[in-house]
């Protein structure tokens, strides 16, 4: 599957924003989606991920209560809202697809098809 991160910027802190995610090539449905991001000198981390069905959804602590990640598999979309932003966040935000059912938090190695990740900064 063929993944195009878009939405990236830059924000205040305080401030939110929505990346998006479009997938193409293979059936949505079969995929749990991840968001992970990377800031400089740091290793990719995982940010949020949900299952084919939107109903299953993970989020690493430093975003919970302030991100949402949701899909919309009529739009083959996913799509990473987020609230609240701090400087903290600012990264590289990649979208990831995994052809696995989600049972457990994922880490980047379930994932085997990622985008081009689109750039996200906060300033102070």
């Known amino acids: 599957v063929q993944l195009q991160a878009s939405g990236g910027g830059l924000v205040q802190a305080g401030g939110s924003q929505t990346l998006s995610c479009a997938a193409s090539g293979r059936t949505f449905i079969n995929y749990s989606m991840g968001w992970f991001r990377q800031a400089p000198g740091k290793e990719r981390e995982f940010v949020a991920a949900i299952d084919w069905s939107g109903d299953i959804t993970y989020y690493a602590d430093s975003v919970k209560g302030r991100f949402t990640i949701s899909r919309d598999n009529a739009k083959n979309t996913v799509y990473l809202q987020m609230n609240s932003l701090k400087p903290d966040d600012t990264a590289v935000y990649y979208c990831?697809?995994?052809?696995?059912?989600?049972?457990?938090?994922?880490?980047?190695?379930?994932?085997?098809?990622w985008g081009q990740g689109t750039q996200v900064t906060v300033s102070s």
């Open positions: 990831a697809a995994a052809e696995v059912r989600l049972v457990s938090q994922p880490t980047k190695e379930d994932f085997d098809s």
